[in-house]
């Protein structure tokens, strides 16, 4: 995130966990049913057994029976001791998951259309990121590791500056990021997040639950609440068609705090990530070393994630806000010129290797079987960005608007 509070200026903010993606993406087994996952296997370091999550997770589980699948991944992921995120996780071809900009130089280079923009405003850069780990891997590849720890009582706990000569600043919640007109990327940060999720049944909702399988006493299992839990009296809406829904209560406190900074201070989040508009049913899943893995399986070790629901995330602006999309990432990146600039890359380059690999690249990020129709696009701007639709009592709202990049087709003249 970016925030330089004590006079006005360009705020660029930025969720995540430094994004994030598994690759290949494959459903795990539908959660909706009550059902046995392995829990134990192999350790971090390699040795037979339960995890050190598991062994936590059992014993709370003995003290507390079943807990939400929320609840789960929050331990799964971000537990301070032995959490997925909080250890560092595992990003790139070496790791369980690599991230669109990673896999091609195109991907980043269309947002250097805003390098002119950003050379002429005050601008600070602003992270929210929960992994100490990954804040040091993001401090040296951002500053080459010049920053410095900030006291406890600070809201930022990490700060410095880029190479680039950019102050950048970490921060563990989005509420201790500087109010100010702000720029948002939250680029696979929303998947990451915890779920609930519910099974219609013939006697009304249930919640899914995690709990101990009795057959095999280091192991989970799904099953289902005996009756309605206070989740599924406030998050299912009553005209819900979908026999199984997953909803993110927290990514709806988050965009509505997006909205409301976005309504009062100006300027626009971008909402990147695997997601759909409220017609997925069971899309949580883990991966592990670039392959599916049982998400109750070894807690801990390996990335949990679901997909975004933008029609939720639509709802939760409350109005307060405009959006757009989502729109697949085919769509956008063809709106922001990919085609245009893959060609003059192709055109500059004499080597073999490298046009294969561009090509290949490209591939990846725009087939519709790849990345290119399951990775979405998503967006918050202020209403007045747009005219209002009663044009005729707004005489000075003739001109039109100019279109949102990325949004609107590019017209070259």
Known sequence: MVSLPSRRSLFAAALGLAGRRRLPRHHAPAAAQTSSGAGGQVDTEGSSGPTAMLRHLLLKLRATGPVTVAEYMREALTNPGQGYYTRGGCIGESGDFVTSPE?????????????????????????????????????????????????????????????????????????????????????EFFDALPIHKFQRTEKGWREVLVDIDPEVPDQLR??????????????????????????????????????????????????????????????????????????????????????????????????????????????????????????????NSRDTETREQLLHSYDMLMNPKKMGDCFNFFALLPHQRFPHPDKKHKPELKSPVSPVAGFGELLLK
């Open 103 to 187: 896999i091609s130089q195109i991907f980043g280079e269309v947002f250097n259309q805003l390098a002119s923009l950003l050379s002429k405003c005050d601008v600070s850069i602003h992270l929210v990121e929960v992994s100490p780990k990954l804040s040091e891997s993001q401090a040296l590849m951002l500053t080459g590791g010049k920053v410095q720890s900030n006291p406890e009582d600070k809201s930022a706990y990490m700060q410095g500056v880029t190479k680039t000569g950019i102050p950048i600043f970490w921060y563990r919640d989005i509420q201790d990021v500087p109010p100010g007109y702000s720029f948002y990327l939250a680029h």
């Open 222 to 347: 799904f099953v289902l609440s005996p009756s309605s839990t206070p989740a599924t009296e406030n998050f299912i809406q009553p005209e819900e068609r979908r026999d199984h829904v997953e909803v993110c209560p927290e990514a709806g406190v988050i965009i509505q705090r997006l909205a409301c900074r976005i309504e009062k201070d100006g300027g626009a989040a971008l909402v990147a990530d695997y997601g759909h508009d409220g017609t997925k049913t069971d899309t949580f899943r883990g991966f592990q070393n670039h392959k599916p893995h049982d998400v109750l399986k070894a807690p801990g070790t390996a990335d949990l994630t679901a997909d975004v629901d933008f029609s939720y995330l639509r709802k939760m602006t409350q109005g307060k806000t405009a959006t757009l999309g989502p729109i697949t990432q085919r769509e956008f990146l063809k709106n922001m010129g990919i085609d245009l600039r893959l060609q003059v890359l192709l055109q």
